[in-house]
């Protein structure tokens, strides 16, 4: 499977800044995605990043409070906007595997607490 | 709606004490059903993939079955190393990558 680093590992920002956080994967990849899980939840997917061109976004998520860009396909950065203590969360990058699979590999995460 | 509830949320075991966790899911078209660990501070590490009822894998001491309403993840003579947080999550038919997941078993082994 695909080493996947992320930067940072976690931050303590302040209300009404931004945060953007990187993805790294080792192999290139089909298919890279930005997952929020906030403490006692469950994972929630937060968009789909496509290389050269915008983001697929679920419901609930827009582009402006999250921007995505994925300008390879072995780096993407998600960047929390306009920040506020309900931003506080572990953000998680994931790929799918190789062509065919139906895996996704998770990143380490990014523990974000917003003050 | 399409759904994913694991049960129980919490569990502590005897080490050698064998047990079972369960995903039970609601949804239009099951796709593929996929089992998680997730230590503390780190992302969740993929276990197992399985697609269609009566299929079964098997990790170590791990061993994940599949029905058409819930898959068990079955702990047999568990270690404390095997403490963790044990997530489920499925993939629709509908065509797309998205996983639905469940919230979590946090299974704490004691020596």
């Known amino acids: 499977s695909a080493v996947i680093s992320q930067k940072p590992s976690r931050d303590i920002c302040q209300r009404g800044t931004s945060l953007t956080i990187q993805c790294q994967v080792d192999s290139q990849v089909t298919m890279m995605f930005w997952y929020r899980q906030q403490p006692g939840q469950s994972l929630t997917l937060i968009a789909t990043?496509?290389?050269?061109?915008?983001?697929?976004?679920e419901s609930g998520f827009v582009i402006d409070k999250f921007p995505i860009s994925r300008p390879n396909l072995t780096f993407s950065t998600l960047t929390v906007s306009n920040m506020s203590p309900e931003d506080s969360s572990i953000y998680l990058c994931?790929?799918?595997?190789?062509?065919?699979?139906?895996?996704?590999?998770f990143g380490p995460g990014t523990r974000l607490t917003v003050l | 709606e399409d759904q994913v509830t694991q049960s129980p949320e919490a569990l502590r075991l005897q080490e050698g004490e064998s047990s079972s966790l369960n995903c039970s899911y609601t949804v239009s078209g099951l796709r593929g059903l996929f089992w998680y660990r997730q230590d503390p501070g780190k992302g969740p590490e993929f276990l197992f993939t399985l697609y269609s009822a009566g299929e079964e894998k098997e990790k170590e001491r791990l061993k994940a079955t599949l029905t058409k309403k819930e898959s068990f993840l079955h702990i047999t003579a568990p270690k404390p190393e095997d403490s963790a947080t044990y997530l489920c999550a499925v993939r629709l038919t509908s065509g797309t990558y998205k996983y639905i997941f469940g919230t979590g078993t946090r299974l704490k082994v004691l020596a």
């Open positions: 990043a496509n290389q050269g061109s915008e983001a697929t976004y």
């Open positions: 994931s790929v799918r595997g190789l062509a065919g699979a139906a895996e996704q590999f």
